[in-house]
């Protein structure tokens, strides 16, 4: 079935290391991106990316990154510059300007 | 200024009963896109609903329907003969040609909770 994938489900991380979330989507859609979401809260954008090799940044980019190698994936990377990483992270795409974005089931990152 | 507001953190209804979640939006844009988002507790953000700036007719999918009011720049989300499944968070959310990459910039949500 088409969709979206996000991997782990959940990530635990130790202050001070870098880990990197996974996004895969088999829709063929050729926008993308990364939100962030704390308790209680609307999401926030991270991350986007319009076309393969080529990304920006969004409200809250510092201490994220992220790579468009292939139309499929949009892995991020929450470095250790992110000093408080502990939220729920959603990924999306999208087909067009005018269409609905689809999303992830998300990762719980929490810093230990 | 917040591009989207929802008024009510949390809202109750008893079960078979509709109910309305507020959204209201600020945009400069002649051309944007209006859509509803559900959020259960396990995470997933399920789209419901969209609207577009310039559609006549409100939208609806089956037991969703949007309110839009333009000149009042309102668009809120009804649910008719609510579902205990219903139970989740909603999100209301706006794609303009201001934002960047297009991207949809969301409210704080509602809870709504169905009550059986």
């Known amino acids: 079935d088409g969709g979206i994938t996000q991997s782990p489900k959940y990530l635990f991380r130790k202050e001070g290391q870098n880990v990197t979330l996974s996004c895969e989507q088999n829709l063929n859609h050729d926008a993308m991106y990364w939100y962030r979401q704390d308790p209680g809260q609307g999401l926030r954008l991270i991350y986007y990316?319009?076309?393969?090799?080529?990304?920006q940044k969004g409200d809250i980019a510092e201490g994220y990154s992220v790579s468009r190698e292939k139309k499929e994936s949009f892995p991020l990377t929450v470095t250790s510059a992110q000093k408080n990483p502990t939220a729920f992270y959603l990924c999306a795409s999208s087909k067009g300007v005018n269409t609905e974005a689809f999303f992830g089931q998300g990762t719980r990152l929490t810093v230990v | 200024a917040q591009k989207i507001t929802q008024t009510q953190p949390g809202m109750f209804v008893q079960e078979k009963e509709a109910v309305t979640l507020d959204c209201t939006y600020d945009?400069?844009?002649?051309?944007?896109?209006l859509f509803w988002y559900k959020q259960p507790s396990s995470g997933e953000m399920i789209f419901l609903i969209y609207?577009?700036?310039?559609?006549?007719q409100n939208a609806t999918e089956g037991r969703y329907s949007l309110n839009f009011q333009k000149a009042r720049k309102s668009a809120n989300l009804v649910i008719s003969a609510s579902q205990l499944g219903d139970s989740a968070m909603y999100f209301c959310a706006m794609r303009d040609r201001v934002s960047s990459a297009r991207q949809l910039t969301f409210g704080s949500g509602t809870q709504l909770t169905v009550l059986p």
């Open positions: 990316s319009q076309i393969v090799n080529d990304f």
């Open positions: 945009t400069s844009d002649q051309s944007y896109g």
């Open positions: 609207q577009g700036s310039y559609d006549e």
